[in-house]
């Protein structure tokens, strides 16, 4: 077993050092994180995309999260993305959002993941930090995230229906992570975690019916929290 492990860990650190020398939308947050080296231009364009309410905005969101949460992200950058995302209606919740918002895919599974989990995130990192700003985060999407964990873990269809999808699963994937990695509720914590090792088992031995195909989200989870 401890060969195992070393071998694993020997991997890890060998996609880390690859990833660490490239300078691409992929690598931002591994450049980062472990390098402290910031793509400056990338992060921009991330920031304008969520100003823009660009369609697939959430893929680029994620890592502006992960990125915030990093205590040694230098000031300018923060606020840049503090303020990209001030504005960001992460869940719509009138009619009038769902206009403003028409180009976000809201009812996707993994978009959905990652929308719900970054708006919770982002006003925590907000809090942290002491900043005022108003945001159009709320209540709900605390609650409906919580809802959408509890039933992709207790309900009748159980893991995630696009797990066998190699675009669609690695953001799932991630924004999971991000609640691991920084979500200040335990209990979400805990969900994400057993989610993501359902996510796992799903890869290794599928029991059920997958797809690698956008899933609508909305029917099969969020009916529950509605």
């Not at 364009?45 to 915030?68: P, S, T, Y």
């Not at 918002?101 to 990192?125: G, P």
Request: hydrophobic content about 40%.
């Amino acid at each position: 077993m401890a060969e195992f492990a070393a071998d694993y860990a020997k991997r890890i650190q060998e996609y880390r050092d690859v990833m660490c020398n490239v300078s691409n939308k992929d690598s931002v947050c591994t450049r980062a994180q472990f390098k402290k080296e910031y793509d400056r231009k990338v992060i921009s364009d991330f920031c304008k995309h969520a100003i823009e309410k660009k369609g697939n905005a959430d893929f680029n969101i994620i890592c502006l999260i992960r990125l915030l949460h990093m205590d040694h992200l230098p000031d300018d950058i923060r606020e840049e993305i503090n303020s990209a995302l001030s504005d960001f209606i992460f869940w719509p919740h009138d009619v009038k959002d769902g206009e403003e918002m028409k180009k976000i895919v809201y009812w996707s599974e993994n978009h959905t993941l990652m929308l719900l989990s970054s708006a919770v995130l982002y006003r925590q990192r907000l809090a942290k930090d002491r900043d005022s700003r108003a945001t159009r985060v709320g209540d709900l999407e605390q609650h409906l995230l919580l809802c959408y964990l509890r039933a992709h873990i207790e309900g009748a269809t159980k893991g995630v229906y696009e797990v066998l999808s190699f675009v669609y699963l690695p953001y799932t994937l991630c924004a999971l992570m991000n609640i691991i990695d920084f979500c200040d509720d335990t209990q979400m914590i805990d969900l994400a975690e057993q989610l993501a090792e359902l996510v796992v088992e799903q890869v290794w031995h599928p029991s059920r019916p997958v797809c690698t195909h956008s899933v609508h989200s909305v029917s099969s989870a969020l009916d529950d929290a509605r």
